[in-house]
């Protein structure tokens, strides 16, 4: 029963059961996942999902319905109680320098800079990942393109419009090809 569970991902009121080839390359399992604050607030609760390469996956609730503390652990920001995160292999309390190197994160709130371009941004975080300044410059091109703002890649980022400043945000996300995003 345990091992049905397991090769199940609950789609709505669908359960779509996942091949043994998308179990051994799932890119995240979150098995049993809790989170309490103190004693008396559990903000994530016995939570089990898989998601596997190709496939655009989300978490969706009301608000308080625990998303955001459930990206936080899996991202190494706060830690879980109890239960089981896996990210590409990699277990989110014990190796997440491991994982951080193959993370992408948009972050709910843009995290720019007003007086640097869209181009500068990029360069910026590529550098945090330790790309060399070439692989930086061309998937720099490769990015903007995909999120829609070659027009704007020397223009700073207080003049963006509001969905822009998300497209930036989402590329900056790309930079360094992150297996998971």
């Known amino acids: ?18 091949s043994d080839e998308q179990m051994k390359n799932a890119s995240i399992v ?27 996956s989300g978490l969706l609730g009301h608000n ?5 503390t ?16 896996m990210i590409d ?13 193959g993370l992408g994160i948009c972050p709910q709130f843009d995290v720019l800079w007003p007086n640097l371009t869209v181009r ?7 550098a945090f990942s330790g790309m060399s300044k070439e692989d930086a410059a061309r998937q720099i091109d490769q990015v903007v393109a995909e999120v829609a703002l070659t027009e704007k890649v020397d ?5 963006l419009s509001g969905g822009m400043k998300r497209k930036l945000s989402l590329a900056i996300a790309f930079i360094g090809n992150p297996s998971v995003v």
Not at 3 to 18: F, I, P, W, Y
Request: hydrophobic share 35%; glycine share 10%; charged share 20%.
């Open 1 to 18: 029963d345990a091992e049905l569970n397991m090769r199940e991902q609950e789609s709505g009121d669908a359960v779509e059961k996942l």
């Open 30 to 56: 979150v098995r049993g996942l809790t989170k309490q604050f103190g004693e008396t607030v559990t903000a994530v609760n016995d939570l089990s999902m898989t998601f596997v390469p190709g496939q655009v």
């Open 64 to 68: 308080g319905a625990g998303k955001t």
């Open 70 to 85: 459930t990206i936080s652990i899996l991202t190494g920001m706060i830690n879980r109680t109890s239960g089981q995160a």
């Open 89 to 101: 292999g990699y277990d989110t309390a014990t190796q997440i320098q491991e994982i951080r190197s």
């Open 120 to 126: 500068e941004h990029l360069q910026l975080y590529a």
């Open 155 to 159: 223009v700073k980022s207080s003049e």
